[in-house]
């Protein structure tokens, strides 16, 4: 009987130790996401980079190859059903 209440009295010690632990963790991980100052460099707004578009891309034999997709009609008749929740 007495193994028992030892096994009780050690798994209770280990879970107080766990959760202490995970309590200290939280408030460490608090403590650093909301209440740590920002520093000054990402404060700073910073320049963009210059666009810089290279259009002689377009002068490309392969390019001027291309030849445009042929335009689609309209549709011509009658489109969908009377009913669309009657079986086929």
């Known amino acids: 009987m007495a193994i028992t209440i030892f096994k009780e009295k050690t798994k209770k010690k280990y879970l107080l130790v766990l959760l202490g632990v995970a309590f200290l963790g939280a408030i460490f991980l608090v403590r650093q996401k909301f209440f740590q100052k920002p520093t000054s460099s990402s404060l700073l707004p910073t320049q963009p980079e210059e666009i810089k578009i290279n259009f002689s891309i ?3 034999p392969f390019i001027k190859g291309l030849e445009p997709f042929p335009e689609i009609p309209p549709f011509q008749g ?3 059903r009377t009913n669309p929740l009657s079986p086929y």
């Open 78 to 80: 009658q489109t969908g």
């Open 58 to 60: 377009l002068e490309d």
